[in-house]
């Protein structure tokens, strides 16, 4: 096994970790958020608004979590910094 599969094999097992873990933790963030928020509007209708904008902020950023996951995945796969070294070093 040369160099060049050992790291397509690492990015590929990494991008997959890395999204993954990354999105399991944001999807169980939101559904507990939306649960929370809908318990809350129940209790107090008249807040509606306020809790609903609140909510939708909060998830916004729960979300930005899993988006910065997919990117450093599709970095990791697309543009790895270790495939242009290895390809200069073997003269290629």
Avoid: H
């Amino acid at each position: 096994m040369d160099s060049l599969t050992l790291i397509a094999i690492c990015s590929i097992i990494t991008a997959g970790l890395t999204i993954g873990i990354g999105v399991l933790g944001p999807s169980l963030a939101e559904g507990k958020a939306v649960a929370s928020a809908l318990n809350a509007l129940a209790q107090q209708p008249d807040a509606s608004p306020t809790i609903t904008r609140t909510l939708f902020v909060g998830l916004a950023m729960i979300e930005s979590t899993a988006i910065y996951c997919f990117v450093v995945s599709m970095i990791v796969l697309f543009s790895n910094p270790f495939w242009n070294y290895i390809i200069a070093q073997n003269g290629g």
